[in-house]
């Protein structure tokens, strides 16, 4: 998969809130798909110091190890395809794939893949479609004792991409709620 720039911004959503964007965009359930993240660090913390986000996520039919760096406007995302198989037997053993991208880049940054282990993991039910403003993505997640709702719109363009995130919530009356990255609130949970 490689490398891209991620843009979004998010702001966490009501219950009720939740269910009415879902039935403004007309959203049946085949709309949604089960993904689980499995996070990862240091036991000292290398990756949270450096803002660094690591993950092993699964769904229904994919697995991909992806960590994420920060850059001007947004985030890196690199990204390792792994096979569901891999995926299992990595998660299993609470490690990441010694060897691809991600490992180099992590290399790059002083940190070996061998010294990471599993710090948490967070469950989302997740619609993702395009709209005029860019991609948006509607969450509900688990992890620990929380549950939670999300609205993501992910853009190309960070000044206008949010402005378009703005002008969305006040169509639709949402006021915008700081959204911590999935990551911290389940290390949060968590300890």
């Keep these: 998969m490689g490398e891209q720039v991620e843009i979004e911004y998010k702001t966490m959503l009501t219950e009720k809130e939740y269910h009415q964007l879902l039935a403004y965009y007309n959203l049946s359930e085949e709309a949604f798909k089960i993904q689980t993240n499995y996070y990862f660090d240091t036991v000292d913390h290398k990756l949270r ?5 690591l993950r092993i996520r699964t769904t229904a039919t994919n697995a991909e190890l992806t960590l994420k760096t920060p850059i001007e406007h947004g985030l890196l995302e690199t990204t390792d ?26 290399r ?43 609205l993501e719109l992910e853009v190309n363009e960070p ?7 703005h002008s ?24």
């Design 81 to 106: 395809p792994l096979t569901k198989t891999s995926a299992a037997a990595l998660i299993a053993s609470e490690k990441i794939l010694p060897t691809g991208i991600v490992a180099q880049r992590l």
């Design 49 to 53: 110091e450096k803002h660094f986000g």
């Design 168 to 191: 969305l919530l006040r169509l639709f009356g949402v006021p915008y709620r700081p959204a911590k990255n999935k990551i911290i609130r389940a290390v949060e949970e968590k300890s």
């Design 108 to 150: 790059a940054a002083g940190i070996e893949p061998d010294t990471l282990r599993m710090i948490a993991a967070l469950k989302t039910k997740r619609a993702e479609f395009p709209i005029e403003e860019g991609l948006l993505a509607l969450d509900e997640s688990w992890y620990g004792q929380q549950h939670d709702y999300e």
């Design 159 to 165: 000044i206008k991409g949010k402005d378009a995130f």
